[in-house]
């Protein structure tokens, strides 16, 4: 049945001129080759059926496909250029089998192709012992169609004036004493997806992701100083257009332009550079954590340890668990933090990188609490996994349903559950940072830490810019510092979180599954302090 | 069996719609919209994309570095183009909105727009807002705002030079004012407006003269600017005054004649200090007599038989450095060197127009050539001589010297090239300091071998020291 | 049906990535659609997977998905720019090659022309062995076949598994439209395609009080038996179960294969990082030396012992076991000799103007490393106290020139008592360099196959990364804190 490589080159002549003639790949529709059409054309509908025909022809009890048009066009101040691409991939579940085919060709031959391997897939493993996948319901979706609101579209605004405004931060930071602008790129991609399952559901999209790059280093360069080198998180990934970057203010990511987002950064990253540096005093130290931290801290920790299939060891040959270990019996039983400590978790927030309104299974992502006033109260679901819930999801009375986390890079790759836009709740405390390191009489204040978790993400060791604190104010820098904890003591030990006005929105990437995606997320977060953090010297060796 | 999945739509709303097809990569229009551009640097982003793209056009057409020089280049004004769009997106910005510590951009842009009396209000603003006592700050700003007023297109050499007067005559510390005036001269000269220069040079060597010995020997004096000796200045100031009449009046009577007046001029320059700290605008070897060029590889090959610079007839000596003209890129490529090939066209148009003056160029092996496998001596000579051949320059003859190298031990095995005999020869000392020729370096010499002049001279006044030089020859008078 | 002889591509089993002549005639109509002056570039990637999931002793997903990569450069003389599509058609085609002429407004890039052009010597690429028609022919139903018999020693044994097998193909043609002749440009990477196969699975306990892990990556399949990895798996995750804690501080190691490739993999990175050019001319990285007193010149290091004697880390690209993507100038290198630093990776016009030699040292990406005659037994029957690590994750470099680095050990780690494996122990984060590591050196054992496979289909310049390593037992290696993840 298959042929392997030898013999296709022993084929010959017959297979050279074959070979010769050009294989174009094109949409076709009704038999002449044509461009693509917008994601809305009812013949990729069409086109999407017959993928599915095709899998239920095949024996699929269920099937899904989805095509997806990805355009990206990536800037920096001396060059631009390019991508786009068009894949689709079909899923297919038989006997509680997954099967999976993709491939970049958009036909009625091609879809017909993955549907039965796709079922083929599946069936090879169907062999052997039983498996059961209980989808959760999905409404079904009557030809919907979203697009995500952005105020500028990146593909739409003149590629000069892009370049312009990155070339103005550059010619700005020279304003900046011993400043330089050490990365300064921004990446902006629009992708169209269509999708249809068995079920009956069809709907497309667009959606926007902004991401930029903006790294200051300002030399202060000298016996007892170094360089200090700071990056601007406000232009992190983002569900957002090219106002992520031409936009005078964006509520919860930066209050300014970015501009005189930049100035200030720039005097903030002197100032603390200007401290002296002191040597390390290791223990355990109150501190105050900016919101990037925060935000950090919070994804690294929960935001992965929620993921279900994670916590039920389907990545244990990859990245590894949880250590949320049990999750039907740690549901509602679970102190995973302070009482202060409420994680939500959505798909809806304007701006966030994880926003749509149809997840890659065609269910509407609902808002849904992971943590509430400490306790661990649920997880992050697909349709297949909300079901290994199901009977914690009935002692607290909540329904069996997908959270709609179900997230891929592009239709090339099978849908997994990814990590949806997450916020902690604010706090009571109506001050900022400064306002919190004010109230530490002999504490730590740490600024954009970044951390390295254990492969359940149980314990951690934590970097960034380390400061004593002293009578409310930061007095002297750690050289080589950094904070070991443990993610549930560490939440346990929350003392206070800023309130609403100083929540700040950052946008991350994920990577998981074997073969291995990448996909985006939001997080937001307020300063906070916590108690008793065991601060190090990471360098030091035993 | 064939199972259909029928899938919900409302085909009746969708078919009505047209299949129109959608670009692939698409373009938008690409029409800047300046009302979105709130910042002055945003205005300045977009003036240099303009020149940029102004700039690249016309490489596209001519290599501009291998163009002769022109010496109006600084007082003409800016394509037109350039000064529509820089002053459209200026527009909204008011003088009088703007925060003086942003001075320094909202002048640059404002004579890019061509709204000089905004930009000398802007000036004037911050001048104002600095402590009256605060020299440093003071001096700082007038530096910025000079430097901003000589780059502008066209050069504002009146703003500038009224900026730096009214420094001068405020300021008490000698050495200072030796400074400003240094600094007019310099800009005078770069804009190529003789008249200021020679007021700057009178400036100039008027505080010189007063100066005493503490003040010469102190370190503001040794550090004046970028690092050069107040000296440096002196010198130029010197020799601006002095004229070039005067100098071609005295090279026209003999060589001695013009290296007296040119070392009449150093004890001045050196007053009360033997030993100058860093002097680059003193031509090197001015009235030395040159030594025969050596070299493994002649081209022509006849050359080889008689000495070189010959007798007779002025001769350009030009020590060149391939791997300075041709740099290898990262990847399998090789880029032409801007300075090199300027450089060479310099010396294309000297030759083509003075066929009596002798070229000789001098080069050596590195044991590579742009990205060929490595080459032996005799390979990379044949090499250089069709690098050389491919630049035109009529009757140009090449010395190939084949560099003397030893290796760092295995297995680092760097090569470390030798000092050639031939730079040892150009070797000349000034001032207590001997400079080796660097790569693109010129010497003019006289039909007796003593060399006149050398490469700080711009290519109009390299020509006219040729010109006296053959006319002066023609004449029969030599010493 | 349109009246053209086009055909649809089929992407059936007997062409799952693209030919070389394919690659051709692509390349041949993308030059054809320039248009203006310049050059065009065109890189031409496609490859194909075939994969298969396992969790909790069941698949969890088995996929077939291919894709084609093919990124237009257009030099235009003022500017160059790329545009990448993953579409064959003649509108896709042109309207990438537009995308790339527009955009090379935005890519200033002035060239001046060059005096002379004289030709390009042809480097040699040769020939590696990197494809395997047995990884080729691998269909589900044999993937689906050796998952279920991994699963099942597992599952046998009461214990949950989860693994991955990946079968990949993957072809690669770099062209430009500027030649000599007909034939390729020297600049232009010759056609070559690749397989890589991937096989890796981990046991845990349903209580996850212990865990084993194994894996082997090859771009021959058959070179891969998997069964003995399943029987690894199994047997270190059933003496790892219930760790007890350990007091942190300064251990003997004995280091498994896999743990010394992590270690190595800090090497590389920085050897990456800081090759000849940066350690000889500006003095960064770990391998410059402080400036000479006579010269005043930076220095390597090389030709100072920087490693234990016993370590050679070389790659020979006819061992069949070492096939990586052919390039120019890859005869057999070596780059720790007897723990003597021998090379540093440098680019070919580095080696030109500095060396006056042709040629450029490949970076490490595949190589072997030299062992010795002790097996692990014998290294832990010789360990009066010590730690053995099956493997190291998780690992961030601190300190780019000493290499400090900290990481955790993972899936098994065991006290080692008076010769004897006396207790599992709970994982540890260790914070130590491998330069020191590789220093310590005690033991040396017999190198064997790591697991190292390269995983993003798209990365064409590099796609394979064999590594040949011996278990290690090396003495003060520093652990800093316990961790509670098993």
Known sequence: ?542 | MRHTVSIALALSALTAMPASAQTRFQWPDTTVHFSRYRYIEDCLAADARVTASIMRRREGTVWLDTMPPNPHEKLEPQPPQLTQAVSQCAERFAVAKVDPRDYAHAMQLFLAAGRDSDATAIVERRLAAAPVKNAIERGAIVDTAVTLYVSARPSRLASAEDLMLRRAKSSTDRVERLKTYATLLLVAKYVGDSARAVRAARLVVGVADSLTVAERQSDAFERMRDGQDGSEYVYEALNVLTGMQTRMDSLRKSTAAYVALERAMWPEIAAGRPDIFFMTSVPMGVGEHTSALTADFWYPGAASSAPHPGRGHPALVLFLDHTNCIALGSTDDAQFGSFCASRLAEVRRLATRFPKLEIDIVMSTHGNFMYLPPTSPAEEAALIKQLIDSTQIPGAIVGVTSTPFSRLPDPDSRRIDKELPNNKHYTFEAFGKAMPPASESLFLVDSNGLIVGSSMMPEDEMAQFIQVLLERDGKGSHQ | MSGRSDRLIRLSDDARILSEQECETLAKRVFALASGPGETYVSILSWWNGELRWARNRTSLAGDRRDIRVDIARDVGVGRAVATTNQLDDVSLESAVRAAERAAVLSPNVRHPKPLHPPLPKPDRPKTAIWSDATYAVTPEVRGETARSLIEAAEAKGMSSAGYLEMRAGSRAVLSSERMGSTPAPWDVPYAAWTQAQCSMTVRDKEGSGSGWAGVSNHDWAKIDASALASRALEKCIASQHPVALEPGRYTVILEPQAVAEMIAILETSMGRYSREFAAEQGMGPWALAPDDVLHLWRTKLGLKVLDERITISHDPTDPMLGIFPEPWMEPLTWFDKGVLTNLPFVRSYALEKLNVNSARRPLTGYRMSGGPTSIDEMISTTTRGLLVSRLSNIRMLDETSLLSTGLTRDGLWLIEHGKISKAVKNLRFTESPLFALNSVEQLGEPVPVFRPAKNPYESERPLTPAIVPPIKSRDFSFTSTIDAI
């Open chain 1, 1 to 542: 049945m298959h042929l392997n490589r030898r013999l296709f080159l022993k084929a010959g002549a017959a297979m050279a001129a074959i070979a010769t003639v050009p294989r174009p790949l094109y949409a076709q529709f009704d038999g002449a080759p044509e461009p693509l059409p917008p994601i809305e054309d009812p013949r990729l509908a069409t086109l999407a059926a017959r993928a599915l025909d095709s899998a239920k022809s095949a024996g699929a009890s269920y099937a899904d496909v989805r095509l997806s048009h990805t355009s990206t066009r990536r800037f920096d101040e001396r060059s631009a250029g390019d991508s786009e691409d068009m894949e689709v991939g079909v899923r297919a579940l038989v006997e509680g089998y997954w099967g999976f085919a993709s491939g970049p060709v958009w036909s009625p031959d091609e879809m017909a192709r993955l549907g039965k391997e796709a079922v083929h897939q599946a069936r090879t493993n169907a062999l052997g012992k039983p498996r059961v996948a209980a989808l959760a319901p999905a409404p079904i979706v009557q030809n919907g169609n979203w697009v995500m609101p952005v105020k500028l579209d990146p593909f739409e605004v003149s590629p000069f004036e892009i370049q312009d405004q990155l070339k103005s931060l550059s010619i700005l930071a020279e304003r900046i004493p011993s400043g330089l602008l050490l990365r300064n790129d921004v990446f902006a991609q629009v992708q169209e997806k269509a999708f249809a399952s068995t079920i009956g559901s069809y709907c497309t999209q667009r959606a926007y992701l902004t991401e930029g790059h903006l790294t200051l280093q300002i030399d202060l360069s000298s016996k007892h100083r170094s360089n200090v080198v700071t990056n601007l998180e406000c232009v992190s990934p983002a569900g957002m257009g090219w106002e992520l970057y031409a936009a005078d203010s964006i509520p919860r990511v930066r209050n300014l332009s970015l501009h005189d987002e930049l100035l200030m950064r720039a005097d903030e990253a002197r100032a603390d550079g200007m401290l002296p540096m002191k040597a390390l005093e290791v223990g355990r130290f109150d501190t105050v954590f900016d919101a990037p931290s925060v935000a950090n801290i919070v994804d690294g920790t929960l935001g992965h340890a929620t993921e279900l299939d994670r916590a039920l060891g389907y990545e244990a040959n990859a990245d590894g668990t949880s250590y949320l270990s049990d999750p039907a019996a740690m549901l509602g039983a679970y102190q995973a933090g302070a009482p202060l400590l409420t994680l939500v978790a959505n798909r809806s927030e304007p701006g966030g990188a994880a926003t749509t309104k149809w997840d890659d299974e065609g269910i509407v992502p609902d808002d849904f609490t992971i943590v509430k006033n400490g306790l661990l109260v649920d997880f992050q679901t697909t349709r297949e996994s909300a079901g290994w819930l199901k009977d914690a999801y009935a002692k607290k009375g909540a329904p069996v349903r997908s959270h709609g986390c179900a997230n891929a890079p592009s239709a090339i790759h099978a849908p997994m559950e990814h990590i949806p836009n997450l916020s902690i709740a604010p706090g009571r405390e109506t001050g900022d940072f400064d306002a919190l390191v004010a109230g530490i009489a002999d504490g730590v204040a740490i600024k954009r830490a970044s951390i390295d978790v254990d492969f359940q993400e149980g314990t951690g060791l934590g970097f960034g810019g380390v400061f004593e604190v002293k009578k409310g104010k930061r007095v002297a820098r750690y050289q080589s510092a950094g904070f070991l904890f443990r993610s549930t003591d560490l939440w346990k030990s929350l003392l206070s979180i800023s309130g609403d006005a100083q929540m700040q929105r950052i946008g991350f990437s994920a990577q998981k599954g074997e073969p291995q995606q990448t996909c985006y997320h939001s997080v937001t977060a307020a300063p906070a302090v916590v108690q008793g953090l065991t601060i190090i010297d990471p360098q030091r060796k035993a």
